[in-house]
C-alpha cells in the first residue's frame, strides 16, 4: 500500500505539471481519501521516496524532499504560519513517526529526525534532531556507514 500511494503521487504531480491541475487534484483527494497520505502534486520529492506506514503523512504544496527519503506515519511538513515557507529535506533523511516539521527549515543530507521532534531550525548535515523543540546533535557514525 505505501508503494501505491507514491505511485499515485507521481502520477497526479505528472498530472498536475504537465495538462490539468482541475484533474490532478481531483486525483490528489481520492488518493487522500483512499490512502490515508496527504502529499500535494505541488511539492517536489526525489526518487527513492519511503513511506514505511500509511496514515497521517502531511507534505505542503511548498515541500522540497531530496533522494532517497523515508517517512514514518503521522509525519508533517508544512507551514509555521500563512507567512512562513516550508521544509526543504536534502538526500537520504530518515523522519520519525509523529514529528513535524515546520517553516521554511533546512535538514541536510544524512540527518534524522527522532519520533515526536517538532524542527523549527535548521539541522545540519549528518546531525540526529531530537526532543520538543527539536535540539541537534552530531550523528555517531559507524565504519561501515562511511
Known amino acids: 500500500m505505501p508503494l501505491r500511494a507514491v505511485l499515485a503521487y507521481r502520477f497526479y504531480s505528472h498530472i498536475y505539471h ?25 511539492a517536489r520529492i526525489g526518487p527513492g521516496l519511503c513511506l514505511v506506514h500509511l496514515g497521517a503523512i502531511v507534505v505542503g504544496p511548498g515541500s522540497v524532499l531530496g533522494d532517497r527519503v523515508t517517512l514514518q506515519s503521522c509525519v508533517t511538513l508544512g507551514q509555521k504560519d500563512q507567512n512562513s515557507g516550508e521544509p526543504t ?24 529526525i527522532g519520533a515526536n521532534a ?13 526532543g520538543i523543540p527539536a535540539r541537534c546533535f552530531p550523528r555517531q557514525l559507524e565504519p561501515a556507514e562511511l
Open 18 to 42: 504537465a495538462w490539468s491541475p482541475v484533474l490532478a487534484y481531483i486525483l490528489h483527494n481520492r488518493a487522500r481519501c483512499k490512502y490515508g497520505v496527504d502529499i500535494y502534486p505541488q
Open 89 to 112: 529535506l536534502g538526500s537520504h533523511v530518515y523522519v520519525g513517526t509523529g514529528a513535524k516539521l515546520l517553516g521554511n527549515i533546512h535538514v541536510g543530507s544524512g540527518a534524522v
Open 118 to 130: 517538532v524542527v523549527l531550525h535548521d539541522v545540519p548535515d549528518q546531525h540526529i534532531a531530537v
